[in-house]
């Protein structure tokens, strides 16, 4: 994956040092751990984050299983690997489908995070597994939002509920509730609401989000952050999560070559996972997010 490309390779080579390596004596620990401090820090990991890491890496490469291993290298990979998958929020965690459909899933971000193509990706990736979404035009805010839904959802072959023009006209929350209303009428088994975003952290978007939260009761809050964006995916996943909360993160823009390892920070610092990842313009540049899978590429 572009994005952690260097990282990918800061890591490969920190290895291929240790590889050299027989018994690791607590200076060859220290070495290593400083390097991957190093690089995840060059990759904006966010601090703390990379300090936990650090730490708890410290302690397990001191530890018996490493001075007992036969590969005492192979094994410092195996914790990094371990701890990374942790960082990225362990388990995978999948969508919580409603007991009662619909399932409501609401989408929050800001501006160019990439909400509305993934309205359509996820509503595709849904439909190909049978599900029956809609999507719902929430965003009245940016110019030619409703029309790129529409387009989104004519791509993915999923209808839209779309009843205002857009572009500051309207009521968002109505359209919410109405959008929701419309699915269960017409027996859709999944809403997904776009709703607007701003280009930075903005009270009046915090406050719309979370009354439309309010309002809809969504079984999945899914807050879309953009990869590129770099250290500031931090304080945006932070104002989010206070704001309004949501229950799940998309990372977007995997593709891109800037450093995304702030992004990587988020499910530790917010505590909420990494669900998805969006790779690409197209609407099957998408996949569901699984925290060991990351680790093994960034690592391979
Ligand atoms: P919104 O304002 O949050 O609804 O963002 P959009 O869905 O309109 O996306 C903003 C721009 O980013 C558009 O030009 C999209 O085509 C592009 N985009 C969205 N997701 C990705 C992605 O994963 N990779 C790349 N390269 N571009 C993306």
Redesign the pocket.
């Known amino acids: 994956m572009a994005t952690f490309g260097n990282l990918s390779d800061r890591l490969a080579e920190t290895f291929k040092n240790l590889r050299t390596k027989g018994k690791l004596s607590a200076a060859d620990v220290d070495g290593t751990v400083r390097e991957i401090r190093r690089a995840l820090l060059e990759a904006d990991v966010a601090l703390e984050v990379v300090k936990d890491f650090t730490g708890k890496v410290r302690e397990r490469a001191l530890g018996d299983e490493v001075n007992k291993a036969l590969n005492p290298a192979q094994q410092v990979v195996q914790i990094v690997n371990e701890e990374l998958v942790q960082i990225l929020g362990g388990e995978q965690r999948r969508l919580e489908f409603a007991k009662k459909p619909p399932t409501i899933i609401m ?1 929050a ?11 359509g ?1 996820l509503a595709k990736w849904l439909a190909k597994d049978g599900h029956t979404p809609i999507l719902v035009a929430a ?1 009245l805010q ?1 110019p030619n ?1 409703v029309t ?1 839904l529409e387009v ?1 959802g004519g791509q993915a072959g999923v209808p839209v509920y779309a009843p205002e023009p857009g572009n500051g006209v309207g009521d968002p929350v109505r359209v919410a509730r109405d959008g929701v209303k419309f699915a269960q009428q017409k027996l859709h088994d999944v809403v997904i609401v ?1 709703t607007a ?1 701003r280009l930075g952290v903005d009270a009046d978007m915090m406050k719309q989000a979370a009354d439309i939260r309010a309002a809809i009761d969504p079984d999945e809050v899914l807050f ?1 952050i ?1 990869a590129m964006i770099g250290q500031d995916a931090v304080s945006t996943a932070r104002a989010f999560q206070a704001g309004v909360d949501f229950t799940g993160v998309v990372l ?5 070559d800037a450093r995304g390892g702030a992004a990587l920070s988020i499910a530790s610092l917010t505590g909420r996972p990494i669900m998805f ?5 197209s609407l099957d ?2 996949e569901p997010f699984h925290p060991d899978r990351m680790a093994s590429r960034i690592l391979d």
């Open positions: 989408l971000g800001l501006q160019g995070a990439g909400k509305t193509t993934l309205a990706k965003d940016r939002a790129q989104v776009d975003g879309v953009d977007t823009k995997l593709d891109g990842a969006s790779t690409g313009e540049d998408f």
